[in-house]
């Protein structure tokens, strides 16, 4: 089978891990035919009909939009991998600041970007087939997609919290036992609840669990952790930071 992944504004982290699942179990090439994959080979192929098409990092220039819609025609399955290609990602900081201060900001010499200051994930530019939540994407979820799409089937869909995670591994809750505040309840799970493991709240780095979440929810659960010392701030801060899409979405659904 054909894949083509694609790299738009992100840190390559994502795609790290998918060069991580293969380079341990290179069976997977025996299925599977990385034919276009710009980081890791040399030749870039002339584009044509792939299997899968995965996408890492959010819309930020026209090219880019424009290159998720051509290779978007080029495939009946594409899989948005990480906060960056799913909500927008780090980079949705600077949405609402000036473009050219932010560019000023990073670069000695801001006249040679050109970048547009929205931010956008794929899925605002075009239909997406699956998504594979993390900042980055964990290679087992990498891994587990491509063993069942091979034999026609696909991972089931992660509908819960990283509580859930936390009470199936026996983690003793931070937020009820020990005052520490923790973004879990309101965060997609997938990643096995690494940092309560290490008694260290989460962060949100997988997403806002936007399908079941309100805007009175996830104010009432900032208001708690305000009282355990975390500033609606700093949460709104990270929620922009990895669920900008979810978080604007209920916020203007609030609004309207
Ligand atoms: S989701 Fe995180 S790890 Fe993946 S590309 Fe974006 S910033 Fe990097
Ligand atoms: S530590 Fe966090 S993620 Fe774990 S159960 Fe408590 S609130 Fe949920
Ligand atoms: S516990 Fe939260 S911040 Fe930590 S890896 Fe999991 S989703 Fe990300």
Redesign the pocket.
Same mark, same amino acid.
């Given at each position: 089978m054909r894949v083509a992944v694609i790299k738009l504004t992100s840190c390559s982290g994502c795609i790290n891990e998918i060069v991580k699942v293969v380079a341990l179990d290179p069976k997977l090439l025996d299925i599977y035919e990385f034919v276009y994959f710009n980081e890791i080979t040399d030749s870039v192929e002339n584009v044509s009909k792939y299997d899968i098409v995965f996408v890492e990092g959010s819309i930020t220039t026209k090219e880019q939009e424009d290159m998720v819609k051509m290779f978007r025609g080029l495939t009946d399955f594409m899989v948005a991998i990480g906060a960056c290609a799913i909500h927008g990602g780090v980079q949705a900081l600077r949405v609402g600041e000036n473009i050219e201060a932010v560019k000023a900001y990073v670069y000695p010499d801001p006249k040679l970007i050109e970048v547009e200051s929205d931010v956008k994930p794929v899925a605002y530019a075009t239909k997406i087939d699956f998504y594979i939540p993390?900042?980055p994407v964990r290679g087992d979820a990498v891994k587990s997609l491509l063993e069942k799409f091979a034999r026609g089937g696909l991972p089931t869909p992660i509908l819960e919290s990283?509580c859930g995670e936390c009470k199936r591994r026996g983690i003793q809750c931070l937020v009820v036992s020990h005052g520490i505040s923790c973004?879990?309840p309101i965060?997609?799970?997938? $990643?096995?609840?690494? $940092?309560?493991s290490f008694r260290?709240g $989460?962060?949100? $780095?997988?997403g806002l669990r936007g399908f079941d979440e309100t805007l009175t929810n996830v104010g009432n659960y900032i208001g708690l952790l305000g009282r355990l010392g975390l500033g609606k701030e700093i949460v709104d801060y990270l929620l922009r930071a990895?669920s900008f899409k979810e978080f604007s979405k209920l916020i203007k659904a609030f609004e309207k």
């Amino acid at each position: 089978m054909r894949v083509a992944v694609i790299k738009l504004t992100s840190c390559s982290g994502c795609i790290n891990e998918i060069v991580k699942v293969v380079a341990l179990d290179p069976k997977l090439l025996d299925i599977y035919e990385f034919v276009y994959f710009n980081e890791i080979t040399d030749s870039v192929e002339n584009v044509s009909k792939y299997d899968i098409v995965f996408v890492e990092g959010s819309i930020t220039t026209k090219e880019q939009e424009d290159m998720v819609k051509m290779f978007r025609g080029l495939t009946d399955f594409m899989v948005a991998i990480g906060a960056c290609a799913i909500h927008g990602g780090v980079q949705a900081l600077r949405v609402g600041e000036n473009i050219e201060a932010v560019k000023a900001y990073v670069y000695p010499d801001p006249k040679l970007i050109e970048v547009e200051s929205d931010v956008k994930p794929v899925a605002y530019a075009t239909k997406i087939d699956f998504y594979i939540p993390g900042c980055p994407v964990r290679g087992d979820a990498v891994k587990s997609l491509l063993e069942k799409f091979a034999r026609g089937g696909l991972p089931t869909p992660i509908l819960e919290s990283v509580c859930g995670e936390c009470k199936r591994r026996g983690i003793q809750c931070l937020v009820v036992s020990h005052g520490i505040s923790c973004l879990g309840p309101i965060t997609i799970s997938g $990643c096995g609840a690494i $940092c309560p493991s290490f008694r260290r709240g $989460c962060y949100g $780095c997988y997403g806002l669990r936007g399908f079941d979440e309100t805007l009175t929810n996830v104010g009432n659960y900032i208001g708690l952790l305000g009282r355990l010392g975390l500033g609606k701030e700093i949460v709104d801060y990270l929620l922009r930071a990895f669920s900008f899409k979810e978080f604007s979405k209920l916020i203007k659904a609030f609004e309207k």
